[in-house]
């Protein structure tokens, strides 16, 4: 993949991505459910935040969750185990070198995890070879350059003009 994560993967990363699924879960998951019996490709799990949700609305589906941290991964499997979940295999793996058969799944789920790839398209068209004619691809993603302050101030427009920058770099 070339770059580390730039947020790093320290234990205060680890309780914001937590924080920031628990936080968004009915926004972003209320209609997040797939049927009994399809495979589900989530890549880039991170700490497994999503993943947890992703299993228990769809228990009948089986979902791979992968990453490229071993550090991340290790906590997504302790939260799964944790959570009694028996749908959910993690994996460590890198999105453009994937150990998988083509169309191999019915449904991709990328959440959070575009804006921190050094080729957020090219890992978009490697990962729909896994999905099969007809499966879907959620991707979900924060548009930082959408921020908006009330009142409107030049250091604001600054800070959020940064973020872009900082967030392209990586």
């Known amino acids: ?11 205060k990363e680890s309780r914001r991505l937590q924080d920031q699924a628990s936080t ?4 972003l998951h209320s209609d997040t459910s797939y049927p009994a019996g399809s495979r589900v490709l989530e890549a880039g799990c991170g700490v ?21 941290s071993r550090t991340f991964l290790l906590q997504a499997r302790g939260r799964a185990r944790e959570a009694g979940l028996e749908n959910v295999d993690l994996l460590q793996a890198d999105i453009f070198n994937l150990p998988f058969e ?19 398209a090219e890992a978009v068209t490697v990962l729909k ?24 101030s030049t250091a604001a427009k600054r800070a959020i003009a940064s973020l872009v920058e900082l967030q392209k770099m990586s």
């Not at 968004?24 to 926004?27: A, G, Y």
């Not at 949700?53 to 791979?64: E, K, R």
């Not at 070879?129 to 959408?146: A, K, L, M, N």
Request: charged share 15%.
């Open 1 to 11: 993949m070339g770059s580390a994560y730039i947020h790093g993967y320290d234990p």
């Open 24 to 27: 968004l879960v009915e926004l």
């Open 48 to 68: 497994g935040a999503q993943t947890l949700t992703l299993s228990q609305n769809s228990p009948g589906a089986s979902i791979t969750s992968l990453d490229i």
């Open 102 to 120: 083509a169309q191999s799944f019915d449904h991709l789920f990328l959440c959070f995890i575009l804006e921190h790839l050094p080729r957020p």
């Open 129 to 152: 070879e896994f999905i099969r004619p007809g499966g879907t691809i959620t991707v979900i993603e924060g548009d930082h350059g959408s921020a908006y302050f009330y009142p409107d």
